[in-house]
Every structure is written in C-alpha cells, then in structure tokens.
C-alpha cells in the first residue's frame, strides 16, 4: 500500500495527519481516543479497531472534496 500525505495541522511535526492510500482510502494519523466515556459510547466496535482524535481543521483543509 502507497500513501500520500493530504496534509497536516501539526506544529513540528507531530500528528494529526491525514494520509490517502492508493485505493483512495484516507488513513488517520492522530491521538488515541483514551477517554473513557467516550469510549463506552461508541458502538460496532471490532476488536482490531482503534479511535483517534482528529481535529475539525483538519478535515476541513485536507480531506478529499470528492
């Protein structure tokens, strides 16, 4: 899998990032979500999946329009 980075709200380099892989899938690069009443509401959840913080400036400037 190739990834492309859309662009990132990060000073110095550290995360949030977002990435788009080459089958057009966005890859979050961010904080885990640790807390936990957020945590108990979330639902569906599959034991390989992971949460993470993203902030609305983010994904307002980068992610794909289309």
Excluded: W
């Excluded at 190739?2 to 110095?12: F, N, P, W």
């Excluded at 995360?15 to 945590?39: F, K, N, S």
């Excluded at 993470?52 to 980068?62: A, C, N, S, T």
């Amino acid at each position: 899998m190739k990834l492309r980075k859309l662009g990132t709200a990060s000073v110095s380099g550290k995360c949030p990032t977002l990435y788009e892989t080459d089958t057009g899938d966005i890859v979050v690069q961010g904080y885990r979500l640790i807390d936990a009443e957020a945590l108990a509401q979330l639902e569906d959840v599959l034991p390989n999946e992971t949460f993470v913080v993203v902030p609305r400036e983010l994904m307002v400037r980068f992610a794909p329009k289309e």
